[in-house]
């Protein structure tokens, strides 16, 4: 407890360009007690986002600190996710309370060990303001993410010749700012960004995939980037393209653009933050491709496209559960201990789940007809440039 007995409360985050989403958190955060904030530093919000602030770690402490709900603040001293596990440690707070963008079960399992009570607000306006995020604010650009929903690795040619087939992708609107190395195709999206600027040009889509992919790997490239983020990225709504055997660029696209089909998977689909994968992660160091890992892949993902045009979402649920243990029966490192113990955190409500990307870390993408609390929602992206 603080000297006045009232209660510690800790918040942690970065606050830049500071708005009326920001100060909604933080007053309501204080209604709990005395309201202690955690800043991310400079470095630490460039290495999980990929950009540098707006304001810088100075700037942001001086403006918290001139906030009447907020009783104390100082920059966080760890690095990524949990840069404030030293400073939690250190404050002792009674209560830790974050957004549900901010939420991670690494979070919540840290505060069950430091017996500190762990509370998750909804994203509510003051009265009648707009909903804020400093995504929207800063509005850096429009170019969307992707989302692998299944037989993806088959795009690389040491997959696909054991086997041919489809991978399955959604193009998905930026709503959040997702972190770097988290399986969210970040690297080719920057590729896209500087090649674009703001937004993706007026052009076929598949086109456009094509031109991303040959920039994003330039020649000699030896470790070259699938073309699923590619074509995740260039092409709207959810798609499934053909790979023959051996080959990089796939043969065939069909695409799901019907609006019910897509707001049915976005309702049946949430995104669990973990953390970005370890610098030192290498998922080739230990595989098992063959011939019957890559056809189980290719079979998972026609289960997952026929659910999804049906909205059937065993058949779907059991392709793309079927994907990610096919993905993973071929390159183990993708789990481990730690992944498996918040997956089986949710396995009482989830119907599938996989890892984004190569896995490692990232996010967890769940599958479930029930409400997964605390859950990132996505848009997926239907609106098509080419004109």
């Given at each position: 407890?603080?000297?006045n007995?009232?209660?510690?409360?800790?918040?942690?985050?970065?606050?830049?360009?500071?708005?009326?989403?920001?100060?909604?958190?933080?007053?309501?955060?204080?209604?709990?007690?005395?309201?202690?904030?955690?800043?991310?530093?400079?470095?630490?919000?460039?290495?999980l986002?990929?950009?540098?602030t707006?304001?810088?770690?100075?700037?942001?402490?001086?403006?918290?600190?001139?906030?009447?709900?907020?009783h104390?603040?100082?920059?966080?001293?760890?690095?990524?996710?949990?840069?404030?596990?030293?400073?939690?440690?250190?404050?002792?707070?009674?209560?830790?309370?974050?957004?549900?963008?901010?939420?991670?079960?690494?979070?919540?399992?840290?505060?069950?060990?430091l017996s500190?009570?762990?509370?998750?607000?909804?994203?509510?306006?003051h009265?009648?303001?707009?909903?804020?995020?400093?995504?929207?604010?800063?509005?850096?650009t429009?170019?969307?993410?992707?989302?692998?929903?299944?037989?993806?690795?088959?795009?690389?040619?040491?997959?696909?010749?054991f086997?041919?087939?489809?991978?399955?992708?959604?193009?998905?609107?930026?709503?959040?700012?997702?972190?770097?190395?988290?399986?969210?195709?970040?690297?080719?999206?920057k590729?896209?960004?500087?090649?674009?600027?703001d937004?993706?040009?007026?052009?076929?889509?598949?086109?456009?995939?094509?031109?991303?992919?040959?920039?994003?790997?330039?020649?000699?490239?030896?470790?070259?980037s699938?073309?699923?983020?590619?074509?995740?990225?260039?092409?709207?709504?959810?798609?499934?393209?053909?790979y023959?055997?051996?080959?990089?660029?796939?043969t065939?696209?069909?695409?799901?653009?019907?609006?019910?089909?897509?707001?049915?998977?976005?309702?049946?689909?949430?995104?669990?933050?973990?953390?970005?994968?370890?610098?030192?992660?290498?998922?080739?160091?230990?595989?098992?491709?063959?011939?019957?890992?890559?056809?189980?892949?290719?079979?998972?993902?026609?289960?997952?496209?026929?659910?999804?045009?049906?909205?059937?979402?065993?058949?779907?649920?059991?392709?793309?559960?079927?994907?990610?243990?096919?993905?993973?029966?071929?390159?183990?490192?993708?789990?481990?201990?730690?992944?498996?113990?918040?997956?089986?955190?949710?396995?009482?409500?989830?119907?599938?789940?996989?890892?984004?990307?190569?896995?490692?870390?990232?996010?967890?993408?769940?599958?479930?007809?029930?409400?997964?609390?605390?859950?990132?929602?996505?848009?997926?992206?239907?609106?098509?440039?080419?004109?």
């Amino acid at each position: 407890m603080s000297v006045n007995n009232r209660k510690k409360v800790f918040v942690s985050g970065c606050f830049d360009l500071l708005h009326s989403g920001h100060i909604a958190f933080l007053r309501e955060a204080s209604a709990f007690g005395d309201l202690y904030v955690g800043l991310g530093s400079d470095r630490t919000i460039f290495d999980l986002k990929g950009r540098n602030t707006v304001n810088s770690e100075d700037e942001r402490l001086y403006m918290l600190q001139a906030l009447a709900c907020v009783h104390s603040v100082r920059i966080n001293r760890g690095g990524g996710i949990i840069d404030f596990l030293d400073d939690l440690k250190e404050i002792n707070p009674d209560v830790f309370v974050v957004n549900e963008d901010g939420h991670t079960p690494e979070k919540e399992q840290i505060c069950s060990d430091l017996s500190i009570e762990y509370k998750v607000l909804k994203r509510i306006p003051h009265a009648n303001l707009p909903v804020r995020s400093t995504t929207s604010l800063r509005n850096e650009t429009p170019i969307p993410y992707r989302i692998d929903l299944a037989g993806t690795w088959i795009d690389q040619p040491y997959v696909s010749g054991f086997s041919s087939g489809w991978a399955v992708t959604a193009s998905i609107e930026p709503t959040i700012d997702f972190n770097e190395r988290s399986g969210m195709a970040t690297s080719t999206r920057k590729k896209a960004i500087e090649l674009w600027n703001d937004q993706l040009p007026m052009e076929n889509p598949e086109k456009l995939a094509k031109i991303l992919f040959r920039y994003d790997n330039d020649p000699g490239t030896k470790d070259v980037s699938g073309s699923q983020d590619s074509i995740g990225i260039a092409m709207p709504g959810i798609n499934r393209f053909f790979y023959k055997k051996g080959e990089y660029w796939p043969t065939k696209f069909e695409t799901i653009s019907d609006l019910s089909i897509i707001r049915w998977l976005e309702d049946r689909l949430y995104m669990v933050t973990l953390w970005p994968r370890p610098a030192d992660f290498v998922v080739l160091g230990d595989t098992n491709i063959t011939e019957n890992n890559v056809k189980n892949l290719t079979i998972a993902a026609d289960s997952a496209w026929k659910g999804l045009i049906n909205k059937d979402i065993k058949t779907f649920s059991a392709g793309f559960l079927a994907s990610f243990n096919a993905q993973v029966a071929m390159f183990p490192r993708m789990l481990n201990d730690k992944i498996l113990n918040v997956i089986d955190s949710y396995c009482d409500k989830a119907l599938a789940w996989k890892l984004s990307g190569a896995g490692g870390g990232g996010y967890l993408i769940i599958i479930s007809e029930q409400n997964i609390p605390n859950a990132i929602k996505i848009k997926i992206r239907i609106k098509d440039y080419w004109i």
